[in-house]
């Protein structure tokens, strides 16, 4: 079996963005040579999170509505969380939005819906932080 490891880096210079990751992770495929398995793709930090879902401009402010109003980040002293930090919301919103996607390989691709694209999701940006790929296989 083959195994591949690969830590993608990101520093979004504002608070809140999503970020469409899936041609780095095809690159990752391309590298390890896998053509049946598996690839784990998750947020290594506790304030972003890792999806599948569609590329369009509009979904992605309808999502940044809908977590506002469930965790808005204003006012901060709404959290208990928020002592020294003010990034309670964050932690919420990387909740909701997940952790991680599992994606099949088949052929030597990522065996995705057509409309599925791997989106990386930062909530508490302006600073470096990583991703996970992990890709096993033959
Ligand atoms: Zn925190």
């Given at each position: 079996m083959k195994s591949f490891r690969r830590e993608l880096w990101f520093e979004v210079p504002a608070r809140r963005a999503f970020i469409n990751i899936t041609s780095q992770v095809e690159d990752c495929?391309?590298?390890?040579?896998?053509?049946?398995?598996?690839?784990l793709v998750n947020a290594m930090h506790i304030t972003a999170s890792v999806f599948i879902n569609d590329d369009e401009s509009g979904l992605h402010h309808d999502y940044e509505v809908w977590l506002e109003k469930l965790a808005p980040h204003a006012p901060v002293s709404q959290y208990h969380h928020n002592v020294g930090e003010d990034?309670?919301?964050?932690?919420?919103?990387?909740?909701?939005?997940?952790?991680e996607v599992v994606v099949a390989i088949t052929g030597g691709g990522l065996d995705l819906g057509t409309w599925e694209r791997i989106f990386y999701g930062e909530f508490d940006g302006r600073r470096r932080k990583r991703v996970l790929v992990k890709i096993i296989g033959e």
């Open positions: 495929l391309a590298e390890s040579g896998v053509r049946e398995g598996l690839v990034n309670a919301d964050a932690h919420m919103k990387r909740q909701i939005m997940g952790r």
